[in-house]
């Protein structure tokens, strides 16, 4: 079975850091690309970071640029997003979503090319 599960979100003070983990199973994330997105209560959602697989390309929208860092472990079959120096404006609902590739890649962080998603973890940044 075909899924991907969200974990690491939390409640964190601004200026803190949080890491975000998804974990796929019943397929390995070799050609696929691998999103982050988030959505704030009524706000599309948006792509915040995306990494292409078969070619390494990775995509930070620019109110996360500098802040959060993308990675793959190949081993555990996991993306992980690493979030530093939030704010309270990175309180989202965050889902992992996957787009098979094939061995061409992907630019970019469109929601309507994911597919297969996740069912979200909540972040939110308080005092």
């Known amino acids: 079975q075909v899924q991907l599960v969200e974990s690491g979100g939390g409640l964190v003070q601004p200026g803190g850091s949080l890491r975000l983990s998804c974990a796929a199973s019943g397929f390995t994330l070799d050609y696929y690309a691998i999103g982050w997105f988030r959505q704030a209560p009524g706000k599309e959602r948006e792509g915040v970071s995306c990494l292409s697989t078969s070619d390494g390309n990775a995509y930070y929208a620019n109110s996360v640029k500098g802040r959060f860092t993308i990675s793959r472990d190949r081993g555990k079959n996991t993306v992980t997003l690493r979030m530093n120096s939030l704010t309270p404006e990175d309180t989202a609902v965050y889902y992992c979503?996957?787009?098979?590739?094939?061995?061409?890649?992907?630019?970019?962080?469109?929601?309507?090319?994911?597919?297969?998603w996740g069912q979200g973890t909540q972040v939110t940044v308080s005092s």
């Open positions: 979503a996957t787009h098979f590739t094939g061995q061409y890649g992907l630019s970019g962080c469109r929601v309507s090319v994911f597919d297969n």
